[in-house]
């Protein structure tokens, strides 16, 4: 039957059609039926994380002699993950153990881990653990650590004047993110001195001395992201007696115990002083840098309450409401990293053989401050003048460099470091080192 004039017309324009403009056309027919209510408007585009844009732009560089001094992570002298040789013995008897499986673990974690965790962070003479004051719960890392305390204060710390949380200026990117979205105020208290390249003291205590009585003060236990300055025994004590003073509630985050100085019990000082002293506060602690387990996400979460006829009902009530947070959000944490941190810090040769990863790790670190602090002073021939790279401790140093030197870094010389000028000093080896020195020397020279 031949056809119609009109539909031999619609044949003839189907077969005209150019493929771009049927293409438009059917994505019209979807756009049109399916539209979304998430429009930019209500969603808009979120920036990059800038630390893993950092990381992806080193990737995609060629260059022969690049350098990553962004990433939060050990490296050995080869500039390779270093997978700590107690992390691969306990790795092993958990392989061979006959009875292991892939069951949940309980709300609150391994047992065994938290309790281990603990009596790490707090001390096994701890007055709060010997008079059972204490909660801990086993956490995604750091990160979840400071997330499930931040969610239970939101929820739970009494703020009748709405009093914010206040963290160091500068501290880590992801503080403001975390607190921000378990819905608390934010405010920062001044901590690095951009004079002295070390801590803005005084700054510090106005600040905490000026905030509203019962606010919730973050502090740094040790090794202070980004800029590797902590305060003194001495400057501790007396933070101590100005946020009792002010009733402020302390929360620590702790992200390198034994990675900082080598010695766990010097970087857990802080944290047992403030215990020691009565407080009621909170610890997140991570498992990440002095494990090396960064992909398995072990941490903790411990919050210890006042000394106290109640404080065994207080601490189970607080216990209880901590693990339905949890419940809801994670509902049980992962286990094979809490396994092997578990082994290790539960058994007396393990746990020695750790002690002697960390002296590696911690060791090799300071022997690149002091070969980099060296050789940019051989360079510039002025004595002292950067000897705020050897002051400061732990994985990161906060140079002073600024962001138009951290660009031409970048783009002239392929090192790679966040734009505040914090390095991690892990990237640095003797291969490298003097690259470094000697690329830093000539941006400072032509910027002057």
């Known amino acids: 039957m031949p056809s119609s004039p009109q539909s031999s017309s619609q044949s003839t324009v189907s077969q005209t059609a150019s493929p771009v403009s049927r293409l438009a056309n059917i994505k019209g027919h979807m756009e049109g039926s399916n539209p979304t209510v998430f429009t930019s408007d209500n969603v808009p585009q979120a920036p990059?994380?800038?630390?893993?844009?950092?990381?992806?732009?080193y990737r995609k560089d060629e260059f022969e002699k690049k350098v990553d001094l962004g990433i939060g992570a050990y490296r050995d002298n080869n500039a390779k993950p270093w997978v700590l040789p107690v992390v691969k013995q306990a790795d092993e008897i958990l392989r061979k153990d006959p009875n292991l499986n892939h069951e949940y673990l309980?709300?609150?974690?391994?047992?065994?881990?938290?309790?281990?965790?603990?009596?790490?962070?707090?001390?096994?003479?701890?007055?709060?653990?010997?008079?059972?004051?204490?909660?801990?719960?086993?956490?995604?890392?750091?990160?979840?650590?400071?997330?499930?305390?931040?969610?239970?204060?939101?929820?739970?710390?009494?703020?009748?004047?709405?009093?914010?949380?206040?963290?160091?200026s500068p501290t880590w990117a992801n503080h403001n993110q975390i607190f921000s979205n378990v819905h608390l105020p934010i405010k920062t208290y001044p901590y690095f001195s951009p004079q002295s390249k070390g801590l803005d003291f005084a700054g510090m205590k106005s600040t905490i001395s000026s905030a509203p009585s019962g606010s919730i003060m973050l502090l740094h236990a040790c090794a202070h992201n980004p800029t590797g300055v902590d305060p003194t025994r001495e400057q501790w004590k007396e933070l101590a007696s100005l946020i009792k003073q002010k009733k402020h509630f302390p929360f620590f985050d702790c992200a390198y115990q034994g990675f900082a100085s080598g010695d766990l019990e010097r970087d857990a000082w802080a944290v047992r002083y403030f215990v020691e002293r009565g407080f009621e506060l909170c610890i997140a602690?991570?498992?990440?840098?002095?494990?090396?387990?960064?992909?398995?996400?072990?941490?903790a979460f411990h919050f210890v309450t006042g000394a106290g006829s109640d404080a065994s009902n207080t601490i189970a009530r607080i216990g209880s409401q901590l693990a339905i947070l949890q419940r809801s959000e994670i509902s049980n944490p992962p286990a094979y990293g809490a396994r092997i941190a578990s082994l290790v810090l539960n058994d007396k040769s393990l746990f020695s053989e750790w002690e002697a990863n960390l002296k590696t790790m911690s060791g090799r670190i300071i022997d690149m401050r002091k070969a980099l602090r060296g050789k940019l002073e051989e360079l510039n021939g002025k004595e002292g003048s950067w000897k705020h790279i050897t002051e400061q401790i732990g994985m990161f140093s906060f140079t002073g460099l600024t962001e138009g030197q951290v660009q031409a870094l970048k783009g002239k010389e392929h090192i790679y470091m966040t734009k505040n000028g914090r390095i991690s000093m892990a990237g640095l080896n003797t291969n490298n080192v003097e690259y470094v020195a000697e690329a830093i020397d000539k941006v400072v020279k032509e910027t002057k």
Request: aromatic share 12%; charged share 15%.
């Open 48 to 57: 990059e994380d800038p630390l893993f844009g950092l990381m992806a732009a």
């Open 106 to 168: 309980p709300i609150a974690g391994l047992v065994e881990f938290t309790s281990a965790a603990q009596r790490l962070m707090l001390g096994s003479d701890s007055p709060a653990i010997k008079e059972k004051r204490v909660v801990s719960l086993q956490t995604i890392s750091g990160t979840g650590a400071v997330h499930l305390g931040g969610a239970f204060l939101s929820k739970f710390y009494p703020r009748p004047n709405n009093q914010p949380i206040y963290f160091s």
């Open 285 to 299: 602690q991570s498992f990440a840098k002095n494990f090396g387990l960064y992909g398995e996400r072990a941490g």
